[in-house]
Structures are given as C-alpha cells and as structure tokens.
C-alpha cells in the first residue's frame, strides 16, 4: 500500500470525534480518495457507535467502510489538543489513524490494514517515533513501511 506525505495532517485543532470525522472526510474528498464526504463522515460515525475505535497511550484507529472510498486509505491525524476517546487506558486521543476502504473491500483489506497498524501500535520505538516526529517524509516512510509488513529503525 502506497502512503504519501499528503496523507498525513499535523497539529488539526478539532474539539470532538464528531468534528475529526468531518475533517477526514472533508480531507479524502479534496484529495480524491472518496466521492462524497458526507456519507464517508456518516460512515466513520455509524461505525464508531458500534464500538469505540480508540485504543491506549493516546491512540485510536477509527475506520470508515463505504461506498464512496475508491480505494482502501489510511491518513494519518495528529491532534494540536488531545480529545476525548473511549480508549483501553481511559488517555485522551492524539494520534488518529484513519482507515477507509471500499464496501468490497471490507472483510479482506480492512482487515489487513487494521491488522498491521495495531501490531505496530504494541512496538514502543513506533509509538516514540510517532509521536515525537514533525518530519511528514519521515511519517511516511515509517508508516508505509508497517502497513507493508516492513520495518525500519
């Protein structure tokens, strides 16, 4: 899976999930990766209802499974101000991993996709890098590498 740079949004000043699923979707549609925002944010929202999406240590992994996204995305989300989250260590979120895949796409790549970025949320030299990076080629490149199985140090 390609990830580029412009998939990547640094300091996002939101103040709700609600509003960080209207900035993503927002984002996929000017960036061509979906075909109506409206319908991507609802999706992120039905599915955030079903079972909270954060994880620990500041993190979460909100997926949007529709009929707009052309092609499975991950964006990655760094928040200017943590926001509330259900998550497993009861943190706030700051770093948003942000999934869309095509309706097809939805019991195979989805999975996958998830799969690889929550393994690589249980490594602490990912998370510090995350974390503490303000480098989007750096981001990147670090991001690519684990949603493709590789690692890099």
Same mark, same amino acid.
């Given at each position: ?63 949007? /499974? ?11 989300? &760094? *928040?200017?101000? #943590?926001?509330?989250? $259900? %998550? =497993? ?13 095509? /309706? ?11 799969? &690889? *970025?929550?393994? #690589?949320?249980?490594? $602490? %030299? =990912? ?27």
């Amino acid at each position: 899976m390609d990830f580029q740079k412009k998939n990547i949004l640094l300091n996002v000043a939101v103040t709700s999930k609600e509003e960080l699923f209207h900035v993503i979707a927002h984002h996929a549609y000017e960036s061509g990766i979906v075909t109506n925002a409206a319908d991507t944010c609802a999706a992120f929202i039905e599915r955030e209802a079903q079972y909270s999406t954060g994880l620990q240590e500041g993190f979460a992994i909100p997926h949007a /499974k529709a009929e707009p996204v052309l092609e499975p995305t991950v964006l990655f989300i &760094r *928040l200017e101000q #943590a926001i509330e989250w $259900e %998550t =497993f260590d009861d943190s706030a979120v700051k770093n948003v991993f942000a999934l869309m895949v095509p /309706k097809k796409d939805e019991g195979t790549v989805h999975l996958q996709m998830l799969s &690889r *970025l929550a393994t #690589a949320l249980l490594e $602490e %030299t =990912f998370i510090q890098q995350i974390q503490q990076s303000e480098d989007k080629a750096y981001l990147a490149e670090l991001i690519k590498k684990e949603m493709m199985g590789e690692k890099i140090v």
